[in-house]
């Protein structure tokens, strides 16, 4: 009980980004009424509604990430204290990404024409990856972990077109080039 105790609070950021967001009117579930754990379509009404998608590898790569500044940054913090800031940003990213000024944005600027934002699932699921990756990188040696985040980015394009990379670019400064090789174009 007492190795539990102190990650309490990354259950209660997950439960509260849940609770803010279905305030904010996101749905539960998706709206086809029902949750598959797996959702490989991107350019369909499904994408980012159910447990795991695509976008899931980036997920475990925000934990990686978070991993490797949390390490550097606050060493001498505990795992726990390291996760919870690290689970507390993530959260912070699901509320802002699931805002309608990012949905806006994705929808302006990308090919996500469709997108109008991740149920709850996908989202407390989102965090969940995160954490997933942060235990991973944990785990295995630093360079392990980083060609694990190349090959996942290398993945995701070759199948989506798509990865964190290019969804930063897209987010920041949306290139036509881009959005017309992601279109197939």
Known sequence: MKKIIPYLPIAVVVVAVGIIEYAQGRLLICKCGYVKLWEGVVNSADNSQHIADWYSLSHIIHGFLFYGLTYLVMRRAS?????????????????????????????????????????????????????????????????????????MELLALYVIRDNLTLNIIMLLYPLEVIKNWQAGA
Not at 111 to 134: A, E, P, R
């Open 79 to 151: 795992m726990a204290w390291r996760l919870g800031l690290a689970t507390l940003i993530e959260g912070g990213w699901e509320l802002l990404e699931n805002s309608s000024f990012i949905i806006n944005r994705y929808r302006e600027g990308t090919i996500s024409l469709d997108y109008f934002g991740d149920s709850i699932i996908n989202s407390t699921s989102d965090i969940g990856f995160m954490i997933i990756g942060f235990f991973i990188a944990s785990k295995l040696p630093w360079k392990i972990t980083f060609a694990a985040a190349v090959a």
